[in-house]
Each structure stands twice: as C-alpha cells, then as structure tokens.
C-alpha cells in the first residue's frame, strides 16, 4: 500500500545528495507532495513536484507503478539512481527514456554579457511578468508552464518572478518561476512557435537571471532537451552532466 507523507522532514535523509531544485521545494513546505510505501518512507519515496517525480532510495517496484490521485495528465518521472531506472522501465513499460541535461547551481555568469544579451529585435519590447501577462500565460496552451505551478496571481507575485517579451499587447515569449524555493526559481522559458528563434527566449531569460542573480538568488536551469542545453550554455551555464528521466501519460 502507498501512502502520502505528510512530514517533509521524513524523506530528507532520502535526498541529501541530490541537487534537484524542486526537491528543496518539497522540503521547505513550498510545494509538491510525497509518497511511501506504508512502513517504509524512510527507505524509498517519490517526491512529485509540478509535472517532476523524483524515486529516492532503495527502489521499489510498487512505488514506480503508483500514480497520485488528482495528477495532471503527463508527468516526467526521475530516477535517482539506475535501480530506480530499471524499477519504472518494468513498472511502466509505455514510458518514454528521455535524456535530460543538467548545470551547476553556482552563479559564475557574466553579468555585462547577460545585460547585452536582454537586448530585441526592433517591435517587441521586454517587461516583467505582471497581472496581466500572468492572466495571457495561462489562457495560451504554449505558455501556460510560464505560470502554471502558481494557481492564483497572488502566490506568483508573492513567490514567482518572470519576464515576457511582448508584441504590442500580446505576449510572445517568456521566462519564468516553474518552481521556487528559498534560495532561487527553476526557470521555465516558452516561446510562442511563429515567434522562435528571433532571440526572444535568450532575452527573457537573461533579464530573469540578472533579475535573480540581484536578490542574491540562483536562477537554476535542467534542460529538457538539447536546443534547451545550448541556450543555457549560450547564458553562461556550466554543465553538471546528462541524465535519464522517462515522459509518461496518466490516466485522467
């Protein structure tokens, strides 16, 4: 039987190595939830934040079957280790390994060649995320990650931070808080697809670094593919290595 834990604190000794954002996210209390085989949250857990499951310790093959009630519809599943890997790949046969990218959570970035990187083309200007931009993210399929872990515009703007590129009224492209946690954001950069490769998600996310890297935060960024992986190289990312995850559709 699983159940959810409902002390964050039991599964830290879980994670204690593992430099995953959305975990400290889980262990402030911030967001996410965890689950445990009964009697057992102190050997193995799932920690699942936003569309992110992360399988910590001794892998269990229940565990990596479970699907949490009230889940969104898809879910990134990431194994700690390459028993955990196995465990899913025999528990979910339909996933999908995919190969993530990884970077250090130092703040090493040339802050001169990030201001020079915020600049645009000529008709789209860049301003920070406000009400407004907030309510055009979430209305738009290709932008709702912008926003999508913040249900109310009053918990993003007392814990989120993003920058928008817009044209004229609309917005086109964006960087923002996927996921926060006392120390920084992982940063969530979408672009409206008749809009790409102009530039724009280069700029927001600079804007949003130097924003985070002012108020003594880490602008953290985990690449979901490789154009992602160049652009945080491009930024002044330092790699911290490739690893799998698997992409799996819930049932609704």
């Not at 799998?244 to 819930?250: G, K, N, Y």
Request: net charge negative; with cysteine.
């Amino acid at each position: 039987m699983i159940i959810e834990i409902k002390a964050p604190g039991t599964v830290a000794p879980l994670v204690r190595n593992w430099r995953e954002t959305m975990l400290w996210s889980y262990l402030e209390g911030r967001m996410g939830r965890a689950f445990a085989p009964e009697g057992g949250a102190a050997r193995s857990a799932m920690i699942c934040v936003a569309d992110f499951y992360c399988f910590a310790g001794a892998p269990d093959a229940e565990l990596a079957a479970f699907d949490p009630p009230g889940a969104s519809p898809s879910a990134v599943l990431v194994p700690q280790n390459a028993g955990w890997a196995r465990a899913i790949e025999r528990a979910r046969p339909g996933a999908k390994r995919i190969t993530r990218y990884a970077f250090q959570k130092r703040d090493t970035f040339d802050r001169d060649k990030l201001r020079r990187m915020t600049a645009l083309p000529q008709g789209f200007a860049l301003c920070p995320m406000d009400e407004k931009l907030y309510h055009a993210a979430r209305a738009e399929e290709w932008s709702f990650d912008l926003v999508s872990q913040y249900p109310t515009y009053a918990d993003y703007a007392a814990h989120g931070r993003g920058f928008a590129a817009t044209e004229g009224e609309a917005l086109v492209c964006g960087a923002s808080s996927y996921t926060d946690w006392s120390g920084g954001i992982e940063i969530e950069v979408d672009c409206r697809p008749d809009r790409r490769r102009r530039g724009l998600a280069r700029a927001c996310a600079a804007a949003l670094m130097l924003d985070q890297l002012a108020r003594g935060l880490h602008p953290s960024w985990d690449a979901a593919n490789e154009i992602s992986a160049h652009l945080a190289d491009t930024l002044g990312y330092e790699p911290a290595g490739a690893y799998p995850a698997f992409e799996i559709d819930l049932p609704v």
